[in-house]
């Protein structure tokens, strides 16, 4: 079996995570730095929680 180079940002890692284990298991390390910048909306940047919202409201269908 391969070994895998180390990557930083973690997301994949976090992802697996996620999945497998509640977001609850995600480290926080991980979630900390995560931003989205969203061009076109005055430099508004979209944090962690506010992509957990996204998605909670995405998969509820709202």
Request: avoid cysteine; proline fraction near 10%; hydrophobic fraction near 45%.
């Amino acid at each position: 079996m391969p070994i895998l180079p180390q990557r930083r940002g973690g997301s994949f890692e976090e992802a697996l995570a996620g999945a497998v284990y509640g977001p609850a298991a995600v480290p926080a390390r991980w979630t900390a730095l995560l931003h989205v910048p969203l061009p076109g909306f005055g430099g508004r940047v979209l944090r962690t929680e506010d992509l957990r919202d996204l998605a909670r409201a995405l998969a509820s269908g709202h």
